[in-house]
């Protein structure tokens, strides 16, 4: 009867160690093997994702930024042009300035240089008479 008793006692002994080893195991095993899968199933998912996502948005957003951009500084453009072109200048006041203009030559002219009579200057200016 001791003997069977000892088998018995060690049977049982042997199978919770094994079935507490074996779960030990298998927990450490699985838990590090789904970490790992996990983490690269992830970061790859992610990463895919991401770069597709970042990829399109800053297309989409790129495109309209430059589109609206262009098509704002070609308006401004093309309303330059047709103000050089088409807006008529008035050729009265145009003429004005260019008097003021010369008169303000003539008198530039006159206090730099020291006029003798009769002497013309590149200016096209007459010195006075004195």
């Known amino acids: 009867m001791s003997l069977s008793f000892h088998i018995t006692d060690l049977s049982i002994y042997l199978s919770v160690c094994l079935s507490v080893c074996m779960s030990v195991f298998l927990s450490i095993y699985l838990s590090i093997c789904l970490s790992v899968y996990l983490s690269i199933c992830l970061s790859v998912y992610l990463s895919i994702c991401l770069s597709v996502y970042l990829s399109i948005c800053l297309s989409v957003y790129l495109s309209i930024c430059l589109s609206v951009c262009l098509s704002v500084y070609l308006s401004i453009y093309i309303c330059i042009i047709y103000m050089h072109l088409f807006i008529p200048v008035d050729s009265t006041s145009f003429t004005t300035s260019k008097r003021a203009a010369q008169r303000i030559l003539q008198e530039k002219v006159h ?5 003798h009579r009769g002497m013309n200057t590149s200016f096209s200016y007459r010195c006075p008479i004195s």
């Open 111 to 115: 206090s730099n240089f020291s006029c």
